[in-house]
């Protein structure tokens, strides 16, 4: 009886001491070794069974698993504060393309009183992101248009070269506006153009590597242009890309 009460003893004691010793880390690593030593020490004069030994060395086991599990847990979220995911935002380059159809009127000075003309182009941006609701960015654009009318007047065909500056505001990581002035060349006659972005993105990611925000872009750009001889020019474009803002 008092050699089975001894080892009851013993293993309390085991136990005990593992807690203490988990609780302690890493700096009194050799005091949880000198008392495993000890542990073996009294399995061999039989105060001690292979189960209990095996119990201990199960709760070591155990806790580090737990302590590495709240490490990674730690780190994975002070990874994801820096990220649009983990909800940071900040300054970022800016980065978008599209292209699509439009059309446009014009009234000239020689021919018949009205011209109507096809459009299709594509457009870049590039630019900052001040944060998720301001950008800012050049918009450069390269078109083709061309008229049904059989006339050779000043629109009746050609190509269409332009570049305006833009701000621009995002709403709830769905729905964009923007306006800003630019400059565009319809062949030969140019002028200024102020320009209006609508639109919105049905598709929309948060990135989980970097403060970035990308999808797909469906919009219409709204652009009125003076030329010189010619009534003004307004032209509607429905664009689809992809934005990375």
Excluded at 4 to 25: D, N
Excluded at 75 to 104: C, I, L, Q, V, Y
Excluded at 172 to 195: E, Q, W
């Amino acid at each position: 009886m008092k050699r089975v009460a001894l080892g009851t003893l013993v293993t309390a004691t085991i136990l005990a001491g593992t807690v203490v010793v988990q609780a302690q880390g890493e700096d009194e690593a050799s005091g949880d070794d000198e008392l495993k030593e000890y542990a073996e020490s009294m399995q061999e004069e039989g105060d001690v069974s292979d189960a209990e030994l095996d119990e201990a060395d199960e709760g070591d086991d155990e806790a580090e698993k737990a302590e590495q599990a709240e490490g990674a847990s730690s780190e994975d979220a002070a990874g994801g504060e820096d990220t649009s995911s983990g909800g940071a935002d900040g300054p970022r380059f800016r980065f978008g393309a599209s292209a699509g159809p439009g059309f446009f009127k014009v009234k000239t000075e020689i021919g018949p009183g009205e011209l109507s003309c096809k459009y299709v182009g594509a457009d870049l941006r590039l630019g900052a992101q001040i944060n998720d609701l301001v950008g800012v960015y050049a918009q450069p654009t390269l078109g083709y248009y061309a008229t049904g009318d059989k006339t050779e007047g000043v629109l009746a065909v050609g190509g269409l070269v332009g570049i305006a500056a833009l701000l621009e505001f995002t709403f709830m990581d769905r729905f964009f506006a923007g306006a800003g002035v630019g400059y565009t060349v319809y062949n030969n006659p140019a002028g200024i153009s102020p320009l209006l972005r609508l639109g919105g993105y049905p598709l929309v990611s948060r990135s989980k590597k970097k403060i970035r925000r990308k999808g797909l872009m469906v919009g219409i750009d709204l652009r009125m242009t003076k030329l010189e001889g010619l009534k003004n020019i307004f032209m509607p474009t429905l664009n689809v890309g992809y934005e990375a803002f």
